[in-house]
């Protein structure tokens, strides 16, 4: 199913990935509603818990943000971070640039992730992505790309997806810092090593391991 709502949480805690009880919290975050898929994520260098899902509409996946999935950073006695976002308005210009949210096979799996957000307020459909796709076309390592439109806030950003974690980090630290400055905005960077969640990640459907 093409997801309608794509949801970005990050908790407040830093373990190894092989230490977090994953297969018990991958099994709750199955039975909740409308959740098509999830990605996890653990921050580079700082270890932190996270994931990219997509659920099958806007409804199910403010649900989850506000009812289950504060239980999770709970148990841990940290906070969190959650974003929602419309993954309707931003099909066309993901799609564009390879998505594997939206039906293209992965070539080959994600070394890194790359989660930006701009702070600004632009509704998606009045952002020219076309000529941001044609630059992001020639970023060394980039694999594909959703384009991310924040619900409520029209907050701008994305998360891509990359060969290796040198180069998600050239991208994170040299040149999207670049882009914000064009842009006359602040912004918000993280970067995920991609290889110690692979199997978590196959287990809750992950689009980027569908080979």
Do not use: C
Not at 22 to 45: D, M, S
Not at 110 to 137: C, H, I, M
Not at 190 to 210: G, H, I, K, L
Request: charged content about 20%; proline content about 6%.
């Amino acid at each position: 199913m093409t997801p309608k709502a794509f949801v970005y949480t990050e908790v407040a805690i830093s373990v190894p990935f092989d230490q977090a009880p994953w297969k018990q919290i991958n099994e709750e975050i199955k039975k909740q509603p409308g959740f098509l898929n999830k990605t996890w994520l653990q921050g580079h260098a700082n270890q932190s818990l996270g994931g990219m899902y997509s659920f099958d509409n806007l409804e199910n996946a403010r649900k989850f943000v506000i009812g289950y999935f504060p239980t999770e950073p709970r148990a841990f006695g940290v906070a969190h971070n959650t974003r929602v976002f419309d993954a309707e308005v931003v099909k066309s210009a993901s799609t564009d640039i390879g998505s594997v949210h939206y039906g293209d096979a992965p070539s080959r799996k994600p070394g890194a992730f790359v989660y930006t957000e701009l702070q600004l307020s632009r509704k998606f459909n009045d952002f020219p992505w076309q000529d941001r796709n044609a630059a992001l076309k020639q970023v060394p390592g980039l694999q594909n790309k959703i384009w991310l439109s924040g619900v409520s806030t029209h907050s701008l950003g994305g998360f891509d997806a990359f060969d290796t974690l040198d180069q998600a980090l050239d991208f994170a630290i040299n040149a999207f810092p670049e882009t914000a400055a064009s842009l006359g905005s602040a912004f918000y960077t993280r970067v995920f090593d991609a290889s110690v969640t692979e199997d978590a990640s196959r287990d809750m459907y992950s689009p980027y391991y569908a080979t």
